[in-house]
């Protein structure tokens, strides 16, 4: 059986997302959900920074840039998507964040109609 990742940080992050969306319910803008993410982390002391730059340089030059949605104790990339399913380009970005900042783990959460829905991604 494959180790889990840190398993109680990702357990307290999802919970966190379970709270927002009992409290807002679905039919925000993603930065809605973005904010009060923002709002329950701070509340519980769980240390994150968001919309974190990070450039991508090749050769010595910048030659990109990514803004990750949150990185949670310097652990744990969180992108959060108001969408009804999983899009691969969704995951292509959260591996891209996870190579760039050399991390191991990336939770994609989406905001749907139906309720949350997350995936835990692997570097």
Not at 21 to 47: D, T
Not at 79 to 105: C, G, H, M, P, T
Not at 113 to 119: C, F, M, N, Q
Request: hydrophobic residues 40%.
């Amino acid at each position: 059986m494959a180790e889990l990742i840190h398993p109680q940080l990702s357990y307290e992050i999802i919970g966190t997302v379970f709270e927002v969306y009992n409290q807002l319910k679905y039919g925000h803008q993603e930065r809605v959900y973005q904010r009060a993410f923002a709002e329950e982390l701070s509340k519980k002391k769980i240390p994150f920074k968001r919309e974190l730059y990070h450039p991508i340089v090749y050769n010595g030059k910048k030659i990109s840039r990514y803004y990750l949605d949150f990185l949670i104790d310097d652990k744990i990339v969180v992108e959060l998507k108001v969408a009804n399913d999983f899009y691969q380009k969704d995951i292509n970005q959260i591996i891209s964040y996870l190579k760039a900042k050399n991390l191991r783990l990336g939770i994609l959460i989406l905001f749907t109609k139906d309720g949350i829905k997350y995936r835990r991604i692997l570097n």
